[in-house]
């Protein structure tokens, strides 16, 4: 029989020769194949039974046209994807992203990573992923409702609250889900949890905005405490002004941390008195506006055009929020240099392969984004369990089982980590302990 590096290598080689041009998939592939050759090594009998050669292919790929009518009357056409990606564990959970960078690679990328980060959570929630290459910004409320109109009108045929249960992510927030969830119900004459992240009124849980932000530094808090360290007194840059920078802001600050610098898509501001959260919650949740009006009011900060320079500040810790590859090998390199001791991963994948060995080789603590903003999804299928039960928990009742489910993830990285030989990676600890779950449940269900 193969060795399990020749297995890994093999199964990687083929999974980028299928899948041409999806750089994304091919890079998220990389890291998690790379890390459970140890496991292989362990389990003969998932190479006798092609485990991961079957692991790396969606259960099922949906692809879409979604017309849809601009205020002018003009037709507007884009594309919109679901990929349900692994359904072993339970019914496919995962997040709906609306970005014009949104592509067949990308969304597989983001639903292969969510099969780990489910199970991670502890709860009976399969992986998959969606979304569409419209940008909401600039749209007025109406050309965003037709949009989602559309959209669902086709999604629907494929999801259900047993079957799949989409939920928010880049471009996709309240306003978004309450569009899309009334399209559902007028479709399907269907109240169900078929999706998460819903208003208070509807269905939503407390807690669930808060939840990736939050539980993000709940894992960070956690890393931090084995090693007899915290927040307390630290700076911290984030990247990103949305849903999980800004609650990892709130947060990190309860917990005594100062958050220097944020971002968006333009640029980043930088207020070394500690960036003030209202003001970012009014420009960016309410009159949904650039993070460069900061200075409007603030007029000690800076404001610098780009992204990249944000990783250019001092700081303790650095939490990446916003997107993909936002940390190159140089951005680390910088980081590091400027004495950052840890990093926790917000967005998904916001480092890059290089960026990570990085951190890894110099002793950075490096919390990975499949475990590390694990706590929406797990929010996410708190939501589902409350809408089965037709009962709403308090946010303390949330807030508890988050910082519980948090704190349950970063034990297992560790102690994979440990188990597999690589103590404090948590890369590797979070990749075998999200993997073991998926790989008995799809052993046992045969060859399906
Ligand atoms: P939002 O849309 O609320 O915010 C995204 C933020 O990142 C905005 O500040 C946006 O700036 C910035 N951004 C988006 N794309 C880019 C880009 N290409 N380059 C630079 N900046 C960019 O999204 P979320 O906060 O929900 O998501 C952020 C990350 O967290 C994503 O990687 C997502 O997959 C991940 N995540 C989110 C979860 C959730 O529950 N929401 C759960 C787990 C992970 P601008 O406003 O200018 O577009």
């Given at each position: 029989m193969v060795s399990a590096s020749q297995y890994v290598a093999k199964v990687l080689e083929k999974l980028k020769e299928k899948n041409a041009c999806e750089s994304?998939?091919?890079?998220?592939?990389?890291?998690?194949?790379?890390?459970?050759?140890?496991?292989?090594?362990?389990?003969?009998?998932?190479?006798?039974?092609?485990?991961?050669?079957?692991?790396?292919?969606?259960?099922?790929?949906?692809?879409?046209?979604?017309?849809?009518?601009?205020?002018?009357?003009?037709?507007?056409?884009?594309?919109?994807?679901?990929?349900?990606?692994?359904?072993?564990?339970?019914?496919y959970k995962g997040g709906l992203r609306f970005h014009p960078s949104v592509n067949l690679g990308i969304i597989k990328f983001l639903g292969f990573e969510q099969i780990l980060k489910n199970s991670l959570t502890g709860l009976s929630i399969g992986g998959g992923k969606g979304g569409s290459d419209f940008?909401?910004?600039?749209?007025?409320?109406?050309?965003?409702?037709?949009?989602?109109?559309?959209f669902m009108t086709e999604l629907q045929k494929y999801i259900g609250a047993d079957v799949d249960?989409?939920?928010?992510?880049?471009?996709?927030?309240?306003?978004?889900?309450?569009?899309?969830?009334?399209?559902?119900?007028?479709?399907?004459?269907?109240?169900?949890?078929?999706?998460?992240?819903?208003?208070?009124?509807?269905?939503?849980?407390?807690?669930?905005?808060?939840?990736?932000?939050?539980?993000?530094?709940?894992?960070?808090?956690?890393?931090?405490?084995?090693?007899?360290?915290s927040f307390a007194g630290k700076t911290v840059?984030?990247?990103?002004?949305?849903?999980?920078?800004?609650?990892?802001?709130?947060?990190?600050?309860?917990?005594?941390?100062?958050?220097?610098a944020m971002s968006d898509s333009n640029g980043f501001i930088y207020d070394p008195q500690g960036i003030d959260l209202d003001t970012i919650k009014q420009l960016?949740?309410?009159?949904r506006k650039r993070i460069s009006e900061y200075m409007l009011t603030h007029p000690h900060a800076t404001y610098t055009e780009g992204c990249f320079g944000i990783w250019n500040i001092k700081c303790d810790i650095a939490l990446p929020s916003a997107t993909q590859n936002e940390i190159d090998e140089q951005s680390a390199q910088t980081l590091v240099q400027n004495g950052c001791i840890a990093v926790g991963e917000g967005a998904n994948m916001p480092t890059t392969l290089?960026?990570?060995n990085v951190f890894l080789k110099n002793g950075v603590l490096f919390a990975p984004g499949k475990a590390a903003n694990a706590g929406g999804v797990a929010t996410s299928a708190l939501e589902m369990s409350q809408?089965?039960?037709?009962?709403?928990?308090?946010?303390?009742?949330?807030?508890a089982k988050l910082k519980n489910i948090m704190e349950n993830i970063f034990a297992q990285a560790?102690?994979?980590?440990?188990?597999?030989?690589?103590?404090?990676?948590?890369?590797?600890?979070?990749?075998?302990?999200?993997?073991?779950?998926?790989?008995?449940?799809m052993m046992a269900q045969g060859i399906v």
């Open positions: 994304e998939f091919h890079q998220a592939a990389t890291e998690i194949l790379e890390s459970l050759e140890l496991v292989f090594e362990k389990h003969p009998e998932f190479i006798e039974s092609n485990l991961l050669e079957r692991f790396v292919e969606p259960e099922r790929v949906i692809m879409f046209r979604v017309p849809w009518f601009d205020d002018k009357g003009n037709v507007q056409v884009n594309r919109g994807f679901r990929v349900q990606f692994n359904s072993a564990i339970g019914p940008d909401p910004k600039g749209k007025s409320d109406n050309e965003v409702m037709r949009f989602c109109q559309s249960v989409p939920a928010g992510d880049i471009g996709v927030g309240g306003r978004e889900i309450g569009y899309l969830y009334g399209q559902y119900k007028r479709l399907t004459n269907n109240y169900s949890g078929v999706l998460t992240g819903k208003g208070l009124a509807y269905g939503g849980s407390l807690a669930r905005k808060e939840a990736t932000g939050y539980g993000l530094v709940y894992f960070v808090e956690a890393m931090l405490k084995a090693e007899k360290k840059v984030i990247s990103g002004s949305g849903n999980v920078a800004i609650y990892a802001h709130e947060k990190a600050t309860q917990l005594g941390a100062k958050v220097v960016k949740e309410v009159e290089e960026g990570t809408n089965s039960q037709r009962m709403a928990w308090t946010f303390e009742e949330v807030d560790d102690s994979a980590a440990k188990e597999y030989g690589h103590a404090k990676n948590y890369v590797i600890g979070a990749n075998i302990a999200g993997f073991l779950k998926v790989a008995d449940a």
